[in-house]
């Protein structure tokens, strides 16, 4: 029966997942000379392309850095812009080689959804955001509110949760893209908007009046961001995997973007590892021995990363907290390279 | 094969037997097609397991777990099913698409009329319409009606109150909403009563007219039976209604009826938009019956709106039924725009949010498209019965 009905299905449906190459990522990546990665498009600080069209932020940068530990080129990516729902089929049929789009790590999207979670690049939690006119103190007060949420995300679900478990009644006005659910925020349609505590700092600066809104105290989900993969390609998985550690690594033992070809002359054994002066650490992942030093060399470590897109040196100015290194009390902490 | 007639005549190769030809052609092609179909099917099934993700048709019972905010059956966030969650979309979209028809085919008609009327400012206001409506893309004029819906109404502090305890606000349209009590089954049972006075009124005038050539005020009669026997029963029972008013409170109003404004925003875009299609569809229908059809009923002294009705009208049926479906079939297609402005219609709810929250895009793209086929295939089975009805019988 299944069988018969994903038959009837692959009319308008299989067309994309035929085309998905399962394994050998990077050979197709290398072939075609280009990254193509699925980013968001519609958040600042995370994932937005400018004025002039240049592709800015947190999860951009991972893609970027991923071209250049392929290519030694920031630029050889090739952005695609995807709403929450369309995200993981988007990965799913081989449209996009990774996915990195503020995307929480949950259980079904690494099993039935046929995806891995490569590593927490942004330890988040869900947030609300609200008018200062309401003289809303605490999420807890929103009993009977209208709220506005994006389509598609454990937002949606943890809204559920939270509102049962305190016993507390609410609507929500669901929209297909981060703009459209904040336009009718902003209308006046919803109490509250919600989404990751990141996000809400991000697109309360596209608001009319942002200093009329303020993000509530409370955080009620636990949302690990991170990039994902398709299952079945190991080679790659690892790649995107250790690419996060390898710019916590850098990191932890100071090498900036600004230093790196001084670090790489160091004696210190483990920088001369990760920065491939000793070992062939890249080239067991299928790239270059020099895979670290390139990545650091176009974009910086994680610190740099994180303070130019959604850290001090940015409008959003958020700061490090759960995303501290492990050694300052944070939980960013890089596996070892050896 | 017929045998070649004549004997000088050579045996043809069947190979240039024009039949024959086409006959493999037809075969080679279908043979060509399956084949497509089959290796993407396969191929799809293949990558599906190797990449491990889930197929079949087992969430169809798993808990939704997501809120939905217009339900026309009972729906729950934390008990109810992702097939308690098609259902719901699949009303509500049905609900819009419904509406939308019934509104757009009466707005259509009178624009349709309007636009042959010898009043120079009506038929240049109805041309206006039509113009400017169909020249805009119909996401953009939904857009435009639901910022223009929600910019328009005033914010929950400051709602308007209605009479009888209704309000409205940007939250939405709040009704008292009117629940029945026992004895409420008597005032249905004088509904009926009443249509069949109608209904035996009806006939009863037919056989009177053909008798006396006088036509009975049946429309009139019909309205004054239908609206007061039930009435008088109603109160008679003593009201057997209980009346639910909304509450105002601190966020929201509740109890009583709600309509959404993303639902009247996509009501209205829609109506408005297709009206505009169905209006031309009406003109072209009557400018198609000849002109002198209606002189000559006219002649045979039928007043101009009965003319019309009697003579003029069943014709251009004829005309615009085909069409007119199409446009209905658009209607319903075009509701799925819905989810730019943030309206719980099937697609939103299923082919958004159970199809991200599942991932299994093969079997959720595959239902709705079912879903689509079955709308359409009804739709246009129920205008092709009419179509057989008014189409002209030929002898």
């Known amino acids: ?10 009319a308008g449906a299989a067309i994309l997942i035929t085309s998905a190459s399962i394994a050998q990522t990077l050979n197709t990546v290398k072939t075609r000379g280009s990254l193509s990665c699925g980013a968001n498009g519609q958040l600042p600080g995370f994932g937005l392309p400018d004025a002039q069209g240049n592709w800015k932020g947190f999860d951009v940068d991972y893609c970027r850095a991923l071209a250049a530990a392929v290519f030694d080129d920031p630029n050889k990516v090739k952005f695609v812009a995807l709403t929450a729902k369309d995200r993981f089929t988007a990965l799913q049929s081989g449209d996009v080689d990774v996915l990195v789009r503020n995307t929480t790590w949950t259980s079904s999207r690494d099993t039935q959804l046929g995806l891995n979670a490569t590593g927490v690049n942004y330890f988040d939690g869900q947030g609300f955001m609200v008018r200062k006119a309401l003289k809303v103190n605490s999420a807890l007060e929103l009993n009977d509110a209208a709220i506005c949420v994006q389509q598609g995300t454990t937002t949606e679900l943890n809204l559920g949760d939270y509102f049962r478990a305190n016993r507390m009644r609410f609507k929500t006005v669901t929209f297909a893209s981060v703009d459209e659910a904040l336009a009718a925020y ?21 608001l009319a009046k942002p200093d009329d809104h303020i993000v509530l105290p409370e955080i009620i989900s636990k949302e690990p961001l991170s990039p994902f993969v398709r299952h079945g390609d190991d080679q790659w998985f690892d790649i995107v995997k250790w690419a996060h550690f390898a710019l916590v690594n850098a990191e932890e033992l100071a090498i900036s973007k600004a230093n790196v070809d001084e670090q790489i002359k160091s004696i210190n054994p483990e920088i001369k590892r990760l920065l491939g002066a000793e070992g062939n650490f890249g080239e067991q992942l ?3 021995k020099d895979w670290v030093y390139r990545m650091v060399k176009h ?12 850290g001090q040196g940015s409008p959003l100015k958020i700061t490090r907290g759960l995303n501290s290194l492990w050694t300052k009390g944070g939980l960013q902490y890089g596996m070892p390279l050896r | 094969m017929s045998r070649v ?22 075969a080679v092609l279908l043979g060509l097609v399956g084949l497509v179909v089959y290796a993407a099917a396969s191929n799809a099934i293949d990558n599906l397991a190797r990449a491990k993700i889930a197929s079949g048709f087992a969430f169809w019972n798993h808990t939704a777990g997501f809120e939905i905010s217009q339900t026309l059956i009972a729906y729950s966030s934390q008990s109810s099913t992702y097939g308690r ?7 509500n979209t049905l609900l819009v698409a419904g509406l939308g028809i019934a509104f757009a085919t009466i707005i259509g008609f009178i624009v349709g009329i309007a636009r042959l009327s010898s009043n120079w400012l009506v038929a240049r206001l109805a041309g206006f319409y039509v113009e400017s409506v169909r020249i805009l893309p119909l996401l953009l004029q939904l857009l435009f009606w639901y910022n223009a819906v929600l910019k328009a109404l005033p914010e929950l502090r400051d709602s308007v109150v209605l009479p009888f305890g209704g309000y409205l606000n940007n939250r939405g349209l709040f009704l008292p909403r009117l629940d029945v009590a026992p004895g409420f089954d008597l005032v249905l049972a004088a509904l009926v009563i009443a249509g069949i006075g109608a209904v035996a009124l009806r006939l009863f005038s037919r056989v009177h007219q053909r008798r006396t050539g006088r036509r009975l005020p049946v429309v009139t009669v019909t309205l004054v039976l239908i609206l007061t026997i039930p009435a008088l029963v109603f109160l008679a029972a003593g009201a057997p209604v209980t009346v639910r008013y909304p509450q105002v409170g601190r966020f929201n109003i509740s109890g009583g009826i709600e309509i959404l404004p993303e639902f009247v925003a996509l009501l209205v875009g829609l109506s408005i938009y297709t009206a505009a299609f169905i209006a031309e569809v009406v003109r072209a229908g009557i400018v198609a019956v000849s002109r002198g059809q209606m002189e000559a009923a006219q002649a045979l002294g039928l007043r101009r709106g009965l003319a019309l009705r009697l003579v003029v009208i069943p014709q251009a049926m004829r005309v615009i039924i085909p069409p ?3 446009q209905y079939l658009n209607l319903t297609k075009n509701s ?30 595959a239902l709705t498209m079912a879903v689509y086929l079955t709308i359409s295939l009804g739709t246009s089975f129920l205008l092709n019965l009419y179509n057989a009805r008014v189409a002209l019988v030929e002898r």
């Open chain 1, 1 to 10: 029966m299944n069988r018969v009905l994903t038959l009837l299905g692959i």
């Open chain 2, 324 to 326: 007119l479906t199409n």
């Open chain 1, 299 to 310: 974009l910086g470590n994680y610190g740099e990363i994180f303070e130019r897109n959604i």
């Open chain 2, 5 to 26: 007639s004549g004997r000088d005549r050579p045996q043809i190769s069947l190979l240039f037997d024009p039949k024959v030809r086409s006959v493999i052609y037809q």
């Open chain 1, 186 to 206: 902003d209308s006046g349609r919803c109490d509250a908007y919600t989404t990751d505590a990141s996000g809400l700092y991000g697109v309360r600066l596209k």
């Open chain 1, 286 to 288: 299928g790239l270059t």
């Open chain 2, 336 to 365: 799925s725009l819905a989810v730019a402005i943030g309206y719980p219609d099937f697609v939103q709810i299923f082919t958004g949010t159970v199809l991200n929250q599942t991932g299994q895009a093969i079997e959720v793209v």
């Open chain 2, 85 to 91: 969650a098609f259902w719901v979309g699949l009303l």
